[in-house]
């Protein structure tokens, strides 16, 4: 647990927050927890209690108190009925149905490669990660008012190209980061299967 904390010898008494904790990594945490103590945590106890220390305490109390739980396992969902949202989907559904433009969940990478680029052969790849990662290409869809996953078949992605050939120096510079800047506001269409998010 407290390599989420940091590694600094004083990492028993560090804050959760400042030491780069977000939501992902609490529940990251909370998920290590209930594998290796096999209780039931609430993610708000990292931050109720954001300290190793003051964590290992409400750790104790809940098993001098509660039965430990056993995990069910881990199975695979037939794809042939009704796929349900998870409460995070849920929550990006409901976000998106409220202020469709929203691009506030967004997240963004550039790379910058150096020497001549296979343009073909970026775009197999990048079409091969969707092939293998079904959540790449689901979509969600509202069944008799409820949202629901659809799984879509694997499809090549369209990869835009913008040349900037023309352009040096600082004005390159300050055109790569409008253009990725527009590109991180776009929002992010759930119900889309069309929703490419590279661009070279």
């Not at 020497?115 to 073909?120: A, E, M, N, R, S």
Request: hydrophobic share 40%.
């Amino acid at each position: 647990m407290a390599g989420s904390f940091g590694n600094a010898e004083s990492r028993y008494a560090r804050q959760f927050l400042p030491v780069g904790g977000d939501s992902l990594i609490a529940t990251q945490l909370i998920s290590r927890v209930r594998k290796l103590f096999q209780v039931e945590l609430p993610v708000r106890i990292v931050f109720d209690a954001p300290t190793v220390g003051a964590m290992a305490l409400r750790l104790e109390e809940v098993l001098r108190g509660r039965p430990q739980i056993q995990s069910p396992p881990i199975l695979p969902v037939p794809r042939d009925g009704e796929l349900v949202l998870s409460f995070g989907q849920e929550r990006l559904w409901g976000i998106q149905q409220l202020d469709p433009q929203n691009h506030a969940y967004n997240s963004t990478l550039s790379l910058r490669l150096t020497g001549p680029l296979k343009k073909d052969a970026l775009v197999r790849a990048l079409s091969e990660i969707v092939r293998r990662h079904e959540v790449l290409r689901t979509t969600f869809a509202l069944t008799d008012g409820r949202p629901e996953q659809v799984v879509h078949p694997p499809l090549s992605l369209e990869m835009p190209e913008a040349s900037l050939r023309m352009l040096q120096g600082d004005e390159l510079e300050i055109e790569i980061k409008r253009l990725a800047n527009d590109h991180w506001q776009r929002p992010f269409d759930l119900s889309s299967a069309r929703c490419s998010g590279s661009s070279c």
